[in-house]
């Protein structure tokens, strides 16, 4: 029986992992390993992150089991991906930085880290993650700059396509600042399901820094949400939750900034019906969302399964008129598709039958719902939402008192019609 050595053993297992996934696989423990071993197994796992960045030469991921690194990093080569076990148990906290003054520096594309907690408490005035290259993916990480507010969380320096995403981060000055390169470089970089708190910017793009996406964030307790500089032009602030003690959700010093339904928590947020509020939120000069959304994550609602909104609500008046006969209200063809409609109702005085009908044939019509109002409505009830799914048939809503009203009463209504993508 031939003897192997460990190197021979974990040489083939370096070979089996390129061979089926196309990377190579490397494993870092604070505690139990030693940055003389190969790094290919957990039993022989380096002990120091910065030596697996080293060792590996691109298309490497590196695994690193929970503990607290005393390291600033450095990746050089592309298409590396370092995973922390998770980000409550891996700690990334240097003591020291080098002479950049930056925890994380990625100088090469197609890099990722993920789950870790980084601080830079300790410090003032430098940059926990220096983003120095394109299609680089942050994901699911802890970042804390500390009370003085002086630090920076990630810097975004004239690259392309770069992805943060689950990030909670607190305490920095700049939580995400975006920086354009010299020769006018187009940034495409997107910055996702994060929660950010305390300081002065959550996303602060400067000049030359175009089409990049802030989407689905929870936002609280700083000084500016989003800040664009003039010539940062057509960045998207979309579906965000902008909540307590912001005092400037969006500013920016061009009117070409795209910024929609997003919730506000100092907003009117008076509904429309259809989870949109009523006006739009003002932010400084003709910089506006006009269509915010009127609860946190209010979004997730807007739309039904497939289908998303197309049309414009449109809004009318019927006048109910003082008698106890059945009155046509609202009537749609089959040519529209899904129907939402909000009956404004609280001008009634006296109970109401709401019957919904559609049409069998070319001219008669099948009653498919009744209900009484106020009977079969919650307590307090002013808007009654009524949706059909549009069957290739005409629809139509009607009102009918049954005791006089003893006055006309005017009913607002709103309607809107999906279409699907």
Not at 47 to 74: F, M, N, P, S
Not at 196 to 218: E, K, P, Q, R, W
Not at 353 to 374: A, H, M, V, W
Not at 416 to 421: I, L, N, Q, S
């Amino acid at each position: 029986m031939p003897e192997h050595t460990e190197l021979e053993i974990d040489s083939v297992i370096s070979r089996q992992n390129v061979a089926k996934e196309g990377w190579t696989t490397y494993y870092v423990d604070g505690t139990n390993g030693n940055d003389a071993n190969n790094g290919l197994r957990w039993e022989t796992a380096f002990k120091t992150i910065q030596h697996a960045l080293d060792v590996a030469r691109g298309w490497a991921k590196i695994y690193v089991r929970g503990d607290e690194y005393d390291e600033a990093l450095v990746f050089n080569y592309p298409n590396v991906r370092l995973i922390g076990e998770d980000r409550f148990t891996t700690k990334l906290i240097p003591s020291s930085l080098p002479p950049s003054n930056v925890a994380v520096s990625i100088n090469a594309q197609g890099c990722s880290l993920t789950n870790f907690d980084v601080s830079v408490e300790s410090f003032n005035n430098v940059i926990a993650i220096l983003c120095n290259s394109s299609f680089i993916t942050i994901d699911n990480l802890f970042l804390r700059g500390g009370s003085s507010h002086t630090n920076t969380g990630i810097y975004i320096s004239g690259t392309d396509s770069n992805e943060i995403k689950r990030l909670v981060s607190y305490d920095f000055y700049a939580h995400v600042l975006v920086l354009g390169a010299s020769d006018n470089l187009a940034l495409r970089s997107k910055i996702t399901d994060s929660h950010f708190g305390g300081g002065s910017f959550v996303f602060a793009i400067d000049n030359y820094s175009y089409y990049n996406l802030f989407y689905n964030n929870f936002i609280f307790d700083i000084t500016y949400g989003v800040y664009c500089m003039p010539q940062a032009v057509w960045n998207s602030i979309f579906h965000n939750n902008f909540m307590s003690n912001i005092t400037n959700k969006v500013y920016s010093e061009t009117e070409k900034i795209n910024v929609f339904e997003n919730y506000y928590y100092d907003h009117s947020n008076v509904d429309n019906g259809f989870g949109i509020a009523t006006e739009p939120y003002v932010f400084h000069d003709d910089i506006t969302d006009p269509r915010p959304v009127v609860v946190p994550d209010g979004w997730l609602v807007l739309g039904h399964g497939g289908n998303t909104i197309k049309s414009v609500p449109v809004a009318g008046t019927y006048t109910h008129p003082n008698d106890t006969t059945e009155h046509d209200v609202l009537e749609f063809s089959a040519a529209t598709q899904d129907i939402h409609i909000s009956l404004d109702v609280s001008a009634l005085t006296q109970p109401t039958e709401i019957r919904e009908y559609e049409k069998i044939d070319g001219t008669n019509y099948r009653q498919i719902s009744l209900k009484n109002y106020p009977d079969d409505f919650d307590t307090g009830t002013d808007a009654i939402t009524i949706y059909f799914k549009q069957k290739n048939k005409d629809y139509k809503v009607t009102l009918k008192s049954t005791v006089a009203e003893g006055a006309s009463r005017s009913i607002p209504y709103v309607y809107r019609t999906d279409g699907r993508v």
